[in-house]
C-alpha cells in the first residue's frame, strides 16, 4: 500500500545541523520530494530526487536515498531560525507516476532554538 | 517553475454555503490538481482536474461536494459544497511539472473556516 511515514517533531539549537528522516512503502517510487510549510503559508519545494540517485545535495541541503530499506533523509547544514517550519517528504507511488497523485507523510514539525 | 495565484487566502463562512477557491496559473499547463490539508494533518489529494474532461476523484470526495472546473489551460475553480465544520481546512491547488523541472508546485492556499 501506499504509506509515508515521518517522525513529527525535532528540535535543535541554531547553527546545529538537522536531520528529518522518512520511509516510504512504494518500492517503485520514482520521484522522493521534500516540502516546507511555514506557518500560514502554502507548500514550498525544496528539493527533489530522483530514485535512481543516492544523494543530491542543494547548498545547505543534502538529501539520502536508501532504496533497499526505503528511507530519505533531509539534512539542513548550519540550521537558522528561519527554517522553523513543518517539512513534508512526498512520494509518488509507481502506478501512479502518470498521476501526478502525491501521497505525502505527516509532516515534521522543526523547531529552532537560538 | 510555474507561478499559481490562489484566491482567496482565507475565508470564514456560515455552514450550509458554499464557497468557490480560484487557482490561476502564469502558463498552460495540462494537470492541475486540488488537495486538502486538514488542521494538523498531512495533504490528501482531492480530485485531478484536466482540461475539457471531468475531475477525477479520489475515494472519499465526490463531484457534488467538491465540484470543479477546468475552463482552460491556466485556470480552475474548486467549490466546496453545503458546508459544514468538518470542512474547516486549507485547500491548495498544485500543477504539474514542466520541462526540465520535475516539482510540482503549489498555490499559497485557501484557509477556510466554517463556523
Known amino acids: 500500500g501506499e504509506d509515508v511515514e515521518q517522525s513529527l517533531f525535532l528540535s535543535v539549537r541554531e547553527g546545529d545541523s538537522s536531520v528529518i528522516n522518512c520511509t516510504y512503502t512504494?518500492?517503485?517510487?520514482?520521484?522522493l520530494y521534500w516540502y516546507k510549510q511555514e506557518p500560514g503559508a502554502g507548500l514550498q519545494l525544496l528539493t527533489y530526487?530522483?530514485?535512481?540517485?543516492d544523494m543530491k545535495q542543494d547548498q545547505r541541503l543534502t538529501v539520502l536515498l536508501n532504496k533497499k530499506d526505503k528511507h530519505l533523509s533531509l539534512r539542513i547544514a548550519d540550521t537558522q531560525t528561519g527554517d522553523s517550519a513543518i517539512y513534508f517528504c512526498?512520494?509518488?507511488?509507481?502506478?501512479?507516476?502518470?498521476?501526478?497523485?502525491?501521497?505525502f507523510g505527516q509532516g515534521t514539525t522543526l523547531q529552532v532554538k537560538p | 517553475s510555474a507561478v499559481i495565484s490562489q484566491k482567496p487566502s482565507r475565508d470564514i463562512c456560515q455552514r450550509g454555503t458554499s464557497l468557490t477557491i480560484q487557482c490561476q496559473v502564469d502558463?498552460?499547463?495540462?494537470?492541475m490538481f486540488w488537495y486538502r490539508q486538514q488542521p494538523g494533518q498531512s495533504l490528501t489529494l482531492i480530485a485531478t482536474?484536466?482540461?475539457?474532461?471531468?475531475?477525477?476523484?479520489e475515494s472519499g470526495f465526490v463531484i457534488d461536494k467538491f465540484p470543479i472546473s477546468r475552463p482552460n489551460l491556466t485556470f480552475s475553480t474548486l467549490t466546496v459544497s453545503n458546508m459544514s465544520p468538518e470542512d474547516s481546512s486549507i485547500y491548495l491547488c498544485?500543477?504539474?511539472?514542466?520541462?526540465?523541472?520535475?516539482?510540482?508546485?503549489f498555490g499559497s492556499g485557501t484557509r477556510l473556516t466554517v463556523v
Open positions: 512526498a512520494e509518488i507511488p509507481g502506478e501512479a507516476s502518470n498521476t501526478g497523485k502525491l501521497i
Open positions: 530526487i530522483f530514485s535512481n540517485m
Open positions: 502558463s498552460q499547463v495540462t494537470m
Open positions: 482536474a484536466n482540461q475539457g474532461s471531468e475531475a477525477t476523484y
Open positions: 498544485s500543477v504539474e511539472p514542466e520541462g526540465v523541472y520535475y516539482g510540482y508546485t
Open positions: 512504494d518500492s517503485s517510487s520514482t520521484y
